[in-house]
């Protein structure tokens, strides 16, 4: 006699247990209770008269048998999500949400949000801005992009390297030589969020610079950056917060642009959550956006 084939509610309960690897994650990703979800697999196992997961103090653990039926079934059921988003949702208006810096927020992304409009008419970007590091699986988050103070050693992930430069308004300043002068002699605008950076600058240079006692504290990358748009003084540029400005012409680097600030963009996208697909490029055009920007390294460490 067959086996009854289960209900295709108690295998997607399955398998979003197992890539959860645990009961709470995966009640929190199908919006039920912990206890709903422990009685499906409870319910299950005994259909199917088999142990399939074991219940640790933290989490759950596939057992063999569970693991290779889990493995089995995720392949089917990514088609169907497949099959779904591309045959029905376009209709509709979908979101994901990206977690970044509101000072990153306001002076790069949020100036390509019609391009990424363009580029997914579809899709309504979410974003989550805050200077702390999310946990995306907790906070239900798709996407993050990190700041690394110092770039990290390994990483997994692609890196996007910051540089750091001098910038000012083209009325203060368009070549190296005014430049020198005006750093002399002019106003020095002072990020107190990166309030170390002239200092650091200034020692990574061959022959440092000469750099003018006049200086005036702003709170953060925005004010900075439109004060020394306005032609107030000169600030240190950090890409890609810096790029807009340049490309508009509101700044201008008359000394270069080839200073290596020793921190790193991260992009990290969530594992396990629905619409794999949609995350993977929407992850793929902010990694173009910002390499426009910026010096790259893969995670194999060979820049681009």
Do not use: K
Not at 144 to 170: D, K, M, T
């Amino acid at each position: 006699m067959s086996r009854q084939t289960p209900s295709f509610q108690a295998l997607h309960v399955f398998v979003t247990v197992v890539d959860a690897g645990s009961i709470r994650e995966a009640a929190e990703r199908l919006h039920r209770t912990e206890s709903a979800v422990s009685h499906q697999l409870r319910t299950l196992e005994r259909q199917l008269d088999a142990p399939l997961i074991e219940r640790l103090r933290r989490g759950i653990r596939p057992t063999a048998l569970g693991a290779r039926y889990a493995e089995r079934l995720a392949g089917p059921f990514a088609e169907i999500d497949r099959a779904t988003q591309q045959l029905f949702e376009p209709a509709a208006r979908r979101s994901i949400s990206v977690t970044l810096s509101p000072v990153l927020a306001s002076l790069w992304l949020v100036p390509r949000l019609a391009d990424f409009e363009a580029a997914f008419d579809n899709l309504s970007l979410r974003l989550v801005t805050t200077d702390r590091w999310l946990d995306l699986a907790r906070d239900g988050v798709d996407i993050a992009i990190r700041y690394h103070a110092r770039r990290p050693a390994h990483s997994a992930n692609r890196l996007f390297i910051e540089r750091g430069f001098p910038v000012c308004s083209p009325a203060v300043a368009t070549t190296e030589d005014a430049m020198r002068r005006a750093l002399a002699e002019g106003r020095i605008l002072i990020n107190q969020a990166q309030a170390d950076e002239w200092r650091l600058w200034r020692a990574a240079l061959a022959e440092p610079l000469e750099l003018s006692r006049r200086r005036e504290r702003l709170a953060d990358s925005n004010l900075t950056l439109e004060a020394a748009a306005q032609g107030y003084g000169i600030a240190m540029g950090r890409e890609p917060l810096v790029s807009d400005l340049l490309q508009r012409g509101r700044l201008v680097a008359p000394l270069g642009l080839d200073f290596p600030t020793g921190g790193a963009y991260e992009l990290r996208i969530r594992d396990g959550s629905s619409a794999p697909d949609v995350r993977e490029r929407v992850a793929a055009w902010l990694g173009e956006a910002l390499a426009e920007a910026m010096v790259t390294v893969r995670p194999d460490g060979i820049g681009d």
